[in-house]
């Protein structure tokens, strides 16, 4: 079964040391050799800049990123290749896996859009534009002030217009997400839950979901175990109960999946790397048509790429 994961954190992991590889490393809880048994076929690989990083650093270090994503994933490895559009998808031949680069949050181009000019040069397919704070684009999700995009934000959502990128709303603030669903031409969610069945300020409220479907958009349900269960503890029952929700919601051909593996430390009970996502395949067959699992684990996202 194709699977099409809308977001991990492997590059951070392999930025902040650089003797993992990404091949085989027991330090990822997504290497290319878990995904591979898994099915994974379309990857997002995000640039993650870390919010503690010296403000002069920041733009750097998502080059640094940028290039390990050129050396170290596409590179090095045999049978994985970048991917940008639908049409490179479909080239992809039966042994090969596709990677797509990301952007999580605009932090590091501070108010400088040549800068994401620039990032965007590295084949990037995705922007999120903030993460959990305010930056010069808008406020994140766990801004108190909660705004919504200030002028230069718009400027960058009429860029990703332009250039046929995914303005990706998740860790935006909740006015920022109107904004987006007003102005941008290609808006997602990576990796956001439902709000109604874990009360996140990650996560997303059904009217935000409706006007998601409403966009002919889609959002990928993350394996962030305190996104799924308000305890913190989750298990792939959890997964199901927010699928279930956002189907009940119209998203059946609008939803899909953005692990967050490598970005989160504890994880889903029987879903701790790429290597499980068996488990959760096999629990989505237990209560889903084939044709309905499928549109879940690829087609949902891939019929939703601007290009
Ligand atoms: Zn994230």
Redo the contacts with the bound molecule.
């Keep these: 079964m194709n699977i099409f994961d809308a977001?991990c954190d492997v590059l951070l992991k392999l930025f902040e040391d650089k003797t993992i590889d990404f091949k085989d490393s027991p330090r990822l809880q997504a290497n290319f050799d878990g995904m591979q048994k898994s099915g994974v076929k379309l990857q997002c690989f995000?640039i993650?800049v870390p919010s503690e990083l010296e403000e002069d650093r920041l733009f750097d270090a998502a080059e640094e990123m940028a290039t390990i994503f050129h050396q170290k994933i596409v590179g090095e490895n045999e049978g994985i290749v970048h991917v940008k559009t639908r049409e490179d998808i479909a080239r992809l031949k039966d042994n090969e896996m596709g990677a797509m680069l990301t952007l999580?949050g605009c932090d590091c181009i501070g108010s400088d859009i040549e800068k994401l000019k620039t990032l965007l040069g590295y084949g990037i397919s995705s922007v999120g534009l903030t993460?959990n704070w305010a930056n010069a684009v808008a406020d994140g999700a766990k801004e108190p002030q909660g705004r919504g995009l200030t002028p230069f934000g718009k400027e960058v959502v009429e860029l990703l217009n332009e250039t046929k990128t995914w303005c990706d709303v998740?860790?935006l603030s909740e006015r920022g997400f109107w904004d987006v669903i007003e102005l941008a031409d290609y808006p997602m969610a990576s990796?956001s839950n439902s709000h109604t069945h874990c009360r996140h300020p990650r996560n997303l409220k059904d009217d935000q979901i409706r006007a998601l479907i409403r966009r002919d958009s889609v959002m990928g349900l993350t394996f962030v175990p305190y996104f799924l269960n308000e305890s913190g503890e989750a298990g792939i029952s959890d997964i199901l109960r927010h699928l279930d929700h956002v189907c009940s919601l119209g998203a059946e051909d609008h939803v899909g999946f953005g692990s967050?593996f490598d970005?989160i430390e504890k994880t889903v009970d029987r879903l701790s790397s790429a290597y499980e996502y068996s488990n959760l395949v096999n629990e989505l067959q237990k209560h889903y048509s084939e044709i309905q699992v499928e549109n879940f684990l690829f087609k949902n996202m891939e019929k939703r790429l601007p290009k």
């Design positions: 977001h995000a993650y999580e993460w998740s860790h990796h967050d970005g």
